[in-house]
Structure formats: structure tokens, C-alpha cells
């Protein structure tokens, strides 16, 4: 009980699936107190080997299953975080992008062409920052790319067009 407890109290071990083997003598006190130390189940001796496979295969699915849903659970947020991130880096964008605008637009032949071209290399910029952040906002699902070594990053244009796939590797 006391080994399990400490797997169980550990970041890097509480993950590890636990049976208890308990004999028919105080079984209820025994697989109890084993469930409330935080094991995963429980098999009375004897016991036979086929038993314990089947269960070990059990709480293997198990444990994949809860790695799956809080993955997904880590990809909602994420793409909740995408799209406020991205609604809020809109707003201020779109000041810029106006005031840009309006300075080409009224004093483009008095600024020179050394500032000219770099407000519209600056407009051109801030309108494909515009174009990505649309693109956060429709992502549902993701498909990732190598970016460096093993690095993998999300590929926002490929996410956009595949919305119907989830390639989580």
C-alpha cells in the first residue's frame, strides 16, 4: 500500500497502473484500502494468468483512453486560446493597418520614396499578419509539420484547408 501511495503521489509515476493481489482472507478490508491508495484494480488469489492478462489489457486501454481525452482536452483549449488570441491582436491591427492606409493614400508623394516604400512594405506585412490570424480564428483541428530537428509546429494553412482531420503525432 505504502509503494503505491507513493507512485500514485509522484508526477512522474502516479500514470503507472496498479493491480493488487489479495488473497480470499480480508479481501473487502484489503481491496479497499488498495482502491483508496489509489490502485487501479484488484484480482483475488489464485488467480489465473489469462485473468490478470485480460485485466492489464483493460487498464491499458483505460489509461490510453484518459491520454486521448486530455489531449483533446489540451487541443480545445488551445484553440480557444487561438481564436481570443487572435480576436484580440485583430483589433489593434486593423488600427494600424487603417492609419497606414490613410498616410499612403494622403501624403504618399510628400514622404519620399524611402518612407513611401517602407509604409507599404509595412502594410503588406501587417495585411498577411491579418490574413494568418483570420486562418487562427477557423482552426478546428490541426496538422503539424517538422519545423527544426524534432520540433513539430502546427501547419496553420494545411489545418485550414483540412478541417476534417486530426493528425496529433
Do not use: W
Amino acid at each position: 500500500f505504502e509503494v503505491c501511495k507513493k507512485l500514485k503521489s509522484n508526477d512522474k509515476t502516479k500514470q503507472i497502473g496498479i493491480i493488487f493481489l489479495t488473497d480470499q482472507y480480508k479481501k473487502e478490508e484489503h481491496i479497499v484500502q488498495g482502491l483508496k491508495v489509489g490502485g487501479d484494480d484488484y484480482i483475488l488469489k489464485p488467480y489465473s494468468t489469462a485473468e490478470l492478462l485480460a485485466r492489464i489489457e483493460v487498464l491499458y486501454r483505460l489509461k490510453k483512453l484518459q491520454s486521448e481525452l486530455l489531449e483533446s482536452e489540451k487541443l480545445k483549449t488551445l484553440i480557444h486560446l487561438a481564436g481570443a488570441a487572435a480576436h484580440e491582436v485583430y483589433q489593434p491591427l486593423s488600427v494600424v493597418l487603417c492609419n497606414l492606409e490613410y498616410v499612403l493614400e494622403k501624403k504618399k508623394g510628400i514622404l519620399g520614396p524611402d518612407i513611401t516604400g517602407a509604409l507599404e512594405d509595412a502594410y503588406l506585412s501587417g495585411k498577411k499578419i491579418a490574413e494568418i490570424i483570420e486562418k487562427l480564428k477557423d482552426i478546428k483541428f490541426y496538422e503539424t509539420s517538422e519545423y527544426s530537428g524534432n520540433t513539430k509546429i502546427i501547419d496553420i494553412d494545411a489545418s485550414t484547408q483540412n478541417q476534417g482531420m486530426n493528425n496529433e503525432e
